[in-house]
């Protein structure tokens, strides 16, 4: 129509869905597949609910991963009901589960339905911001295991399992953005989402931080029984596990910085960081077997390695993300 402009028609049924008027604005969003989107800036946004059906769940730990499913999902609303009145036990875990959801409210309580409402800005919380959280709170409880090792101060370990809950609360808020994103295009840039293709790996990273979370928790059980037991430790052995540990940390810390900014040299960096952990597990390992004795110590070091091998999982990751753009490394042509 005219000399530079294109026309395109709209099937009617879809003015019809979306109410569209002469005058409304539309959003034209191109995906990294070439498929062209349309977007009515001015249409309200539908809430979505999920209702919840506690007397199917079938015990309490099911019903409250339910919830959490349905949180991590995007549902603006969820709602709890039952076929017979909710017992107390019912409504206190649903109570606690949606305390441990990050911007869901309860709006209703009775002995027939819990409702929570959503009052969240996904634009709030880019996603890299979240894993930036996730890196201080893993580094953090992992430092209060490694000042714990000789078991002469344990008081420390006892912030570990909150520090995991908030590990926790923090990877169901990076499903539902990530989840948010995929679902609403025009807020995926602010969530920091530049592709469908690039939320796997994503998840997949939120998972492992998540993961190595639950490793450092299990290494501070460990201790806090090895302590009740009046274990006694070598001084050798904790001065071993102590390198062990601060080389894992370091590598962590150094994956998840090659993470939120991929560069040739810190993935590189990484690498070699990993690769001196898993070798210095192993001489660890070894001179406690050959003492014979210490079988305690073997179990920490196998945790510490653990945490280098999830590392790797996130390198890999580092390394795709490095390819999305063209860089000193490599060319790449869309």
């Not at 005058?23 to 809430?47: K, N, Q």
């Not at 339910?66 to 036990?89: C, F, H, K, N, S």
């Not at 430092?143 to 809950?165: A, C, F, H, P, Y």
Request: glycine residues 6%; charged residues 25%.
């Amino acid at each position: 129509m005219g000399y530079n402009s294109l026309s395109i028609s709209i099937p009617k049924q879809y003015v019809m869905d979306m109410n569209l008027k002469p005058g409304d604005t539309l959003l034209f969003r191109e995906d990294a597949d070439g498929t062209l989107r349309l977007i009515p800036a001015t249409r309200a946004r539908e809430e979505t609910k999920a209702t919840v059906r506690a007397e199917q769940a079938g015990s309490p730990e099911m019903l409250a991963r339910l919830i959490v499913g349905a949180y991590a999902l995007g549902y603006d609303t969820i709602e709890v009901v039952g076929r017979e009145p909710l017992d107390q036990a019912t409504t206190d875990r649903v109570l606690n589960t949606v305390k441990r959801l990050r911007g869901m409210e309860i709006v209703e309580s009775d002995v027939r339905h819990v409702v929570a409402q959503s009052f969240i800005d996904p634009t709030k919380f880019p996603l890299d911001s979240l894993i930036k959280r996730l890196q201080m709170l893993v580094s953090g409880s992992l430092e209060r295991v490694t000042e714990s090792l000789d078991l002469k101060q344990t008081e420390n370990l006892e912030s570990v399992g909150s520090i995991k809950e908030e590990i926790d609360e923090l990877y169901w808020l990076i499903l539902r953005q990530l989840l948010v994103a995929l679902n609403r295009r025009d807020l995926a840039s602010e969530i920091g989402i530049e592709s469908p293709l690039h939320a796997s790996g994503d998840r997949l990273s939120a998972k492992t931080l998540d993961e190595i979370g639950g490793i450092i928790q299990d290494i501070a059980l460990e201790l806090v029984r090895l302590k009740g037991l009046g274990t006694k430790v070598d001084s050798q052995v904790t001065m071993g596990l102590g390198k062990l540990a601060a080389k894992a940390g370091e590598a962590f810390n150094t994956t998840i910085e090659s993470l939120l900014t991929p560069d040739i040299k810190l993935i590189r960096n990484s690498l070699a960081l990993l690769e001196e952990t898993a070798r210095l597990e192993k001489e660890v390992t070894e001179e406690m077997l050959a003492s014979g004795e210490f079988a305690y110590a073997r179990v920490l070091a196998s945790y510490f390695g653990q945490i280098a091998r999830y590392c790797n999982i996130i390198i890999e990751i580092s390394s795709h993300r490095l390819l999305r753009k063209t860089s000193r490394v490599a060319t790449v042509q869309q």
